[in-house]
Protein backbone atom coordinates (compact mmCIF):
# COMPACT_ATOMS: atom_id res chain seq x y z
CA UNK A 1 0.00 0.00 0.00
CA UNK A 2 0.93 3.50 -0.78
CA UNK A 3 0.12 6.34 2.06
CA UNK A 4 0.87 9.77 1.84
CA UNK A 5 1.05 10.97 5.66
CA UNK A 6 0.20 14.70 5.85
CA UNK A 7 1.18 17.11 9.08
CA UNK A 8 1.34 20.45 9.31
CA UNK A 9 2.94 21.12 13.22
CA UNK A 10 5.72 23.19 13.61
CA UNK A 11 7.09 22.25 16.85
CA UNK A 12 7.59 18.53 18.31
CA UNK A 13 5.05 16.76 20.67
CA UNK A 14 3.20 13.93 21.17
CA UNK A 15 1.37 14.03 17.70
CA UNK A 16 4.58 14.21 15.70
CA UNK A 17 5.86 11.56 17.64
CA UNK A 18 2.91 9.29 16.69
CA UNK A 19 3.38 10.31 12.74
CA UNK A 20 7.01 9.58 12.54
CA UNK A 21 6.00 6.18 14.75
CA UNK A 22 3.77 4.98 12.14
CA UNK A 23 5.12 6.33 8.47
CA UNK A 24 8.38 4.36 9.94
CA UNK A 25 6.29 1.14 10.90
CA UNK A 26 4.65 0.63 8.16
CA UNK A 27 8.10 1.61 5.69
CA UNK A 28 9.23 -1.43 8.37
CA UNK A 29 6.02 -3.34 7.63
CA UNK A 30 6.64 -3.45 3.70
CA UNK A 31 4.69 -0.44 2.83
CA UNK A 32 5.44 2.69 0.98
CA UNK A 33 4.87 5.73 3.33
CA UNK A 34 5.99 8.86 2.52
CA UNK A 35 5.24 11.94 4.55
CA UNK A 36 4.52 15.79 3.65
CA UNK A 37 5.19 17.92 6.91
CA UNK A 38 6.15 21.83 7.73
CA UNK A 39 8.74 22.95 5.83
CA UNK A 40 11.30 23.79 8.43
CA UNK A 41 9.48 22.64 10.83
CA UNK A 42 10.68 19.61 14.19
CA UNK A 43 8.84 16.61 12.26
CA UNK A 44 11.00 17.06 9.06
CA UNK A 45 14.05 17.34 10.60
CA UNK A 46 13.46 14.10 12.64
CA UNK A 47 12.46 12.79 9.30
CA UNK A 48 15.49 13.57 8.03
CA UNK A 49 17.11 12.15 10.48
CA UNK A 50 16.24 9.00 10.47
CA UNK A 51 16.78 8.69 7.15
CA UNK A 52 13.55 9.44 5.36
CA UNK A 53 12.89 12.52 2.16
CA UNK A 54 9.99 14.72 3.58
CA UNK A 55 7.98 16.40 1.46
CA UNK A 56 8.50 19.51 2.77
CA UNK A 57 4.98 22.19 2.67
CA UNK A 58 4.48 26.04 3.22
CA UNK A 59 1.99 26.00 5.98
CA UNK A 60 0.23 29.10 7.10
CA UNK A 61 -2.92 28.36 9.37
CA UNK A 62 -5.88 26.82 8.36
CA UNK A 63 -5.74 27.68 5.14
CA UNK A 64 -2.76 27.22 3.36
CA UNK A 65 -3.05 27.35 -0.48
CA UNK A 66 0.76 26.93 -0.75
CA UNK A 67 0.63 23.72 1.17
CA UNK A 68 -2.76 22.60 -0.95
CA UNK A 69 -0.84 23.37 -4.21
CA UNK A 70 2.14 21.39 -3.36
CA UNK A 71 0.45 18.53 -1.81
CA UNK A 72 -2.05 18.30 -5.04
CA UNK A 73 0.79 18.06 -7.12
CA UNK A 74 2.51 15.78 -5.24
CA UNK A 75 -0.90 13.55 -4.96
CA UNK A 76 -1.19 13.90 -8.99
CA UNK A 77 2.69 12.18 -9.06
CA UNK A 78 2.21 9.60 -6.42
CA UNK A 79 -1.23 8.54 -7.23
CA UNK A 80 -1.29 6.82 -3.11
CA UNK A 81 -3.69 4.55 -2.20
CA UNK A 82 -4.36 6.78 1.00
CA UNK A 83 -4.11 9.69 2.29
CA UNK A 84 -3.46 10.33 6.22
CA UNK A 85 -4.33 13.71 7.65
CA UNK A 86 -2.76 14.20 11.18
CA UNK A 87 -4.13 17.47 12.27
CA UNK A 88 -6.93 19.39 11.56
CA UNK A 89 -4.78 22.46 9.11
CA UNK A 90 -3.89 18.84 7.55
CA UNK A 91 -7.40 17.60 6.70
CA UNK A 92 -8.31 21.27 5.09
CA UNK A 93 -5.12 21.03 3.07
CA UNK A 94 -5.52 17.21 2.23
CA UNK A 95 -9.75 18.39 1.65
CA UNK A 96 -8.98 20.68 -1.13
CA UNK A 97 -5.47 18.92 -3.00
CA UNK A 98 -7.25 15.45 -2.55
CA UNK A 99 -10.33 16.59 -4.68
CA UNK A 100 -11.53 12.86 -5.65
CA UNK A 101 -8.15 12.10 -6.43
CA UNK A 102 -7.69 9.51 -3.35
CA UNK A 103 -9.42 8.48 -0.13
CA UNK A 104 -8.11 10.69 2.83
CA UNK A 105 -8.04 9.30 6.04
CA UNK A 106 -7.72 11.84 9.16
CA UNK A 107 -6.87 11.59 12.77
CA UNK A 108 -8.10 13.15 15.76
CA UNK A 109 -6.40 13.34 18.77
CA UNK A 110 -8.11 15.64 20.95
CA UNK A 111 -11.50 15.64 22.76
CA UNK A 112 -12.77 18.78 22.76
CA UNK A 113 -15.86 19.31 20.19
CA UNK A 114 -15.14 20.47 16.50
CA UNK A 115 -15.17 24.20 15.37
CA UNK A 116 -18.49 24.83 13.61
CA UNK A 117 -20.05 23.66 10.30
CA UNK A 118 -17.01 24.11 8.50
CA UNK A 119 -14.57 21.74 10.82
CA UNK A 120 -17.65 19.43 10.63
CA UNK A 121 -17.30 19.66 6.60
CA UNK A 122 -14.15 18.96 6.10
CA UNK A 123 -14.37 15.78 8.59
CA UNK A 124 -17.01 14.83 6.33
CA UNK A 125 -14.99 15.16 3.64
CA UNK A 126 -12.73 12.29 4.92
CA UNK A 127 -13.60 8.44 4.05
CA UNK A 128 -12.51 7.76 7.16
CA UNK A 129 -11.84 9.66 10.98
CA UNK A 130 -9.31 7.83 12.94
CA UNK A 131 -10.01 8.62 16.90
CA UNK A 132 -7.17 7.35 18.85
CA UNK A 133 -9.75 7.14 22.17
CA UNK A 134 -13.22 6.26 23.14
CA UNK A 135 -13.65 9.92 24.57
CA UNK A 136 -12.78 11.50 21.10
CA UNK A 137 -15.30 8.98 19.45
CA UNK A 138 -17.55 10.21 21.83
CA UNK A 139 -16.99 13.70 20.57
CA UNK A 140 -17.23 12.98 16.53
CA UNK A 141 -20.45 11.26 16.82
CA UNK A 142 -21.69 13.87 19.15
CA UNK A 143 -20.77 16.34 16.26
CA UNK A 144 -22.04 14.92 13.82
CA UNK A 145 -20.24 12.33 12.59
CA UNK A 146 -21.99 9.14 11.78
CA UNK A 147 -20.67 6.21 13.29
CA UNK A 148 -19.33 4.20 10.04
CA UNK A 149 -16.98 6.55 9.64
CA UNK A 150 -15.26 7.17 12.65
CA UNK A 151 -12.83 4.30 13.92
CA UNK A 152 -10.81 4.03 16.87
CA UNK A 153 -7.12 3.21 16.80
CA UNK A 154 -5.51 3.74 19.92
CA UNK A 155 -1.96 5.51 19.91
CA UNK A 156 1.51 3.53 20.94
CA UNK A 157 4.70 3.72 21.45
CA UNK A 158 7.86 1.45 20.80
CA UNK A 159 8.60 -1.12 23.17
CA UNK A 160 11.18 -1.09 25.73
CA UNK A 161 12.40 -3.03 28.39
CA UNK A 162 11.39 -1.61 31.98
CA UNK A 163 15.13 -1.76 33.46
CA UNK A 164 15.95 0.18 36.45
CA UNK A 165 17.86 3.67 35.67
CA UNK A 166 17.60 7.45 36.03
CA UNK A 167 19.50 7.71 39.28
CA UNK A 168 22.31 9.66 37.57
CA UNK A 169 20.46 11.39 35.46
CA UNK A 170 17.72 12.59 38.76
CA UNK A 171 21.20 13.91 40.27
CA UNK A 172 22.46 16.06 37.33
CA UNK A 173 19.12 17.75 37.99
CA UNK A 174 19.94 18.16 42.13
CA UNK A 175 17.44 15.56 43.18
CA UNK A 176 18.86 14.00 46.06
CA UNK A 177 19.33 9.80 46.20
CA UNK A 178 16.81 8.15 47.96
CA UNK A 179 14.48 10.71 46.95
CA UNK A 180 10.55 9.99 46.32
CA UNK A 181 9.98 11.34 42.59
CA UNK A 182 6.49 12.18 41.23
CA UNK A 183 7.07 12.65 37.49
CA UNK A 184 5.26 14.06 34.70
CA UNK A 185 5.91 14.34 30.89
CA UNK A 186 4.12 17.65 29.38
CA UNK A 187 3.55 20.95 27.78
CA UNK A 188 3.52 23.44 30.16
CA UNK A 189 -0.26 24.50 28.49
CA UNK A 190 -3.55 24.95 29.98
CA UNK A 191 -4.99 21.57 28.76
CA UNK A 192 -2.57 20.00 31.17
CA UNK A 193 -3.38 21.74 34.32
CA UNK A 194 -0.03 22.12 36.09
CA UNK A 195 -1.82 24.41 38.41
CA UNK A 196 -4.18 21.33 40.00
CA UNK A 197 -0.39 19.25 40.49
CA UNK A 198 1.13 22.18 41.99
CA UNK A 199 -0.70 23.13 44.67
CA UNK A 200 -1.28 18.80 44.98
CA UNK A 201 2.65 18.83 45.40
CA UNK A 202 2.83 20.98 47.88
CA UNK A 203 0.32 18.73 49.87
CA UNK A 204 1.59 16.26 49.75
CA UNK A 205 5.51 18.19 50.17
CA UNK A 206 4.48 19.10 53.77
CA UNK A 207 3.59 15.55 54.68
CA UNK A 208 6.39 13.83 52.85
CA UNK A 209 9.52 15.34 53.28
CA UNK A 210 11.54 12.62 50.97
CA UNK A 211 9.16 13.68 48.15
CA UNK A 212 10.16 15.91 44.95
CA UNK A 213 8.84 16.88 41.86
CA UNK A 214 10.06 17.08 38.00
CA UNK A 215 8.35 18.29 34.86
CA UNK A 216 9.87 17.41 31.52
CA UNK A 217 8.26 19.94 29.23
CA UNK A 218 8.19 23.74 27.79
CA UNK A 219 5.48 25.98 27.04
CA UNK A 220 4.10 29.95 27.37
CA UNK A 221 2.73 29.12 30.95
CA UNK A 222 6.61 28.36 32.49
CA UNK A 223 6.42 32.06 34.11
CA UNK A 224 3.34 31.55 36.01
CA UNK A 225 4.03 28.12 36.94
CA UNK A 226 7.10 29.24 38.18
CA UNK A 227 5.84 31.75 40.62
CA UNK A 228 3.42 29.43 41.70
CA UNK A 229 5.85 26.80 42.53
CA UNK A 230 7.60 29.38 44.76
CA UNK A 231 4.51 30.75 46.05
CA UNK A 232 3.55 27.16 47.17
CA UNK A 233 7.08 26.96 49.03
CA UNK A 234 8.34 24.17 46.62
CA UNK A 235 11.38 26.11 44.94
CA UNK A 236 13.58 23.08 46.08
CA UNK A 237 10.89 20.81 45.91
CA UNK A 238 10.10 21.37 42.27
CA UNK A 239 12.18 21.00 38.66
CA UNK A 240 11.28 22.64 35.92
CA UNK A 241 13.15 20.40 33.22
CA UNK A 242 12.17 21.83 30.37
CA UNK A 243 11.93 20.06 27.10
CA UNK A 244 14.20 16.85 27.01
CA UNK A 245 15.07 14.50 24.62
CA UNK A 246 16.51 11.78 26.91
CA UNK A 247 13.01 11.10 28.86
CA UNK A 248 13.75 7.48 28.70
CA UNK A 249 16.56 8.22 31.09
CA UNK A 250 14.43 9.57 33.23
CA UNK A 251 11.10 7.49 33.38
CA UNK A 252 12.75 5.12 34.98
CA UNK A 253 13.77 6.58 37.96
CA UNK A 254 10.29 8.17 38.57
CA UNK A 255 9.02 6.70 42.03
CA UNK A 256 5.41 7.78 40.58
CA UNK A 257 4.04 9.08 37.06
CA UNK A 258 1.73 11.48 37.27
CA UNK A 259 -0.67 13.30 34.51
CA UNK A 260 -2.81 16.43 35.96
CA UNK A 261 -4.82 17.61 32.66
CA UNK A 262 -8.33 18.40 32.21
CA UNK A 263 -8.65 17.19 28.89
CA UNK A 264 -6.51 14.67 27.27
CA UNK A 265 -7.38 12.85 23.90
CA UNK A 266 -5.38 9.80 25.30
CA UNK A 267 -1.28 11.03 26.68
CA UNK A 268 1.03 9.38 24.79
CA UNK A 269 3.27 10.35 28.09
CA UNK A 270 1.27 7.87 30.21
CA UNK A 271 2.20 5.04 27.61
CA UNK A 272 5.26 5.48 28.00
CA UNK A 273 5.12 5.54 31.70
CA UNK A 274 3.39 2.07 31.15
CA UNK A 275 5.79 0.70 28.80
CA UNK A 276 8.52 0.95 31.80
CA UNK A 277 6.57 -0.49 33.97
CA UNK A 278 6.37 2.66 36.07
CA UNK A 279 3.07 3.78 38.81
CA UNK A 280 0.16 6.28 37.57
CA UNK A 281 -1.84 8.87 38.99
CA UNK A 282 -3.65 10.56 36.40
CA UNK A 283 -7.27 12.39 36.31
CA UNK A 284 -10.08 10.87 34.80
CA UNK A 285 -10.08 13.53 31.78
CA UNK A 286 -10.48 12.45 27.81
CA UNK A 287 -9.22 9.76 26.79
CA UNK A 288 -6.85 8.88 29.89
CA UNK A 289 -9.19 6.24 31.40
CA UNK A 290 -8.54 4.38 28.09
CA UNK A 291 -5.10 3.76 29.14
CA UNK A 292 -5.36 3.17 32.77
CA UNK A 293 -7.99 1.07 34.58
CA UNK A 294 -8.29 2.55 38.34
CA UNK A 295 -7.14 0.54 40.79
CA UNK A 296 -5.48 -1.87 38.36
CA UNK A 297 -2.98 -0.33 36.26
CA UNK A 298 -3.01 2.98 38.05
CA UNK A 299 -5.24 5.95 40.30
CA UNK A 300 -7.45 8.18 38.68
CA UNK A 301 -9.07 11.05 40.19
CA UNK A 302 -11.48 13.52 38.79
CA UNK A 303 -9.51 16.69 37.15
CA UNK A 304 -9.17 19.85 38.94
CA UNK A 305 -9.13 17.62 42.51
CA UNK A 306 -6.48 18.92 44.25
CA UNK A 307 -7.49 16.60 47.53
CA UNK A 308 -7.59 13.48 45.36
CA UNK A 309 -4.42 13.89 43.38
CA UNK A 310 -2.64 14.75 46.70
CA UNK A 311 -4.48 11.82 47.94
CA UNK A 312 -3.25 9.43 45.69
CA UNK A 313 0.24 10.29 45.72
CA UNK A 314 0.45 9.97 49.03
CA UNK A 315 -1.03 6.17 49.24
CA UNK A 316 1.39 5.73 46.62
CA UNK A 317 4.64 7.30 47.94
CA UNK A 318 3.75 5.00 50.71
CA UNK A 319 3.45 2.03 49.67
CA UNK A 320 5.75 0.25 47.92
CA UNK A 321 4.16 -3.27 47.19
CA UNK A 322 1.57 -1.26 45.88
CA UNK A 323 3.48 1.00 43.28
CA UNK A 324 5.46 -2.40 42.41
CA UNK A 325 1.75 -4.45 41.93
CA UNK A 326 0.82 -0.92 39.77
CA UNK A 327 3.48 -1.10 38.12
CA UNK A 328 3.70 -4.03 36.72
CA UNK A 329 -0.21 -4.06 35.37
CA UNK A 330 0.54 -0.89 33.59
CA UNK A 331 3.43 -2.60 32.03
CA UNK A 332 0.97 -5.81 31.16
CA UNK A 333 -1.69 -3.58 30.05
CA UNK A 334 0.45 -1.43 27.37
CA UNK A 335 1.70 -4.46 26.07
CA UNK A 336 -1.21 -5.82 25.43
CA UNK A 337 -2.80 -2.66 23.93
CA UNK A 338 -0.48 0.15 23.26
CA UNK A 339 2.68 -0.71 21.83
CA UNK A 340 3.37 0.96 18.48
CA UNK A 341 3.52 -1.55 16.28
CA UNK A 342 -0.28 -2.51 17.05
CA UNK A 343 -1.27 1.20 16.75
CA UNK A 344 0.50 0.96 12.90
CA UNK A 345 -1.73 -2.59 12.27
CA UNK A 346 -4.87 -0.78 13.53
CA UNK A 347 -4.12 2.06 11.33
CA UNK A 348 -2.86 -0.36 8.07
CA UNK A 349 -6.75 -1.72 8.70
CA UNK A 350 -8.27 1.37 8.52
CA UNK A 351 -6.55 2.36 5.34
CA UNK A 352 -7.57 -1.25 3.57
CA UNK A 353 -11.35 -0.13 4.54
CA UNK A 354 -10.85 3.53 2.99
CA UNK A 355 -9.01 2.52 -0.05
CA UNK A 356 -11.97 -0.14 -1.16
CA UNK A 357 -14.54 2.31 -3.78
CA UNK A 358 -17.88 2.80 -2.55
CA UNK A 359 -20.35 1.10 -4.12
CA UNK A 360 -21.80 3.58 -6.73
CA UNK A 361 -25.96 4.07 -6.15
CA UNK A 362 -27.90 3.57 -9.61
CA UNK A 363 -30.29 5.73 -10.12
CA UNK A 364 -33.08 4.91 -12.46
CA UNK A 365 -34.41 7.30 -15.18
CA UNK A 366 -37.52 8.44 -15.67
Given at each position: MRV??????????????????TVLGMRAAGHEALLACRSGGALEARARGEGL????????????????????????????????LHDPHAVTAGA???????????????????????SL?????????????QAIVRVLEADGLPPGQVRLVHEGVPERPPLPGGAAALRELGIPDGALVVGTVAALTDHK?????????????????????????????????ERLVAAR????????????????????????????????????????AMAFGRPIV??????????????????????????????ALEALLGDPDRRRSLGERARERFLGHFTAE???????????????????????RR
Open positions: VHVDSARGWRGGQNQVLLDPLPLRFSGDFSPCAVLGLGRALRRLRPDVLQLAARGLVPAVATRRVDFPLRGAALKYRSCRRVIAVSDYPTLIEAAARVAARIPEAHFVALGEGSLRPDLGLGGRWIFAGFRTDVDRLLPAFTVFCLSSHMEGLGTSLLDATAAGGIPDAVEDGTSGLLVPPRDVAGLAGRMVEGTLAVHSEASVQPPRVSRS
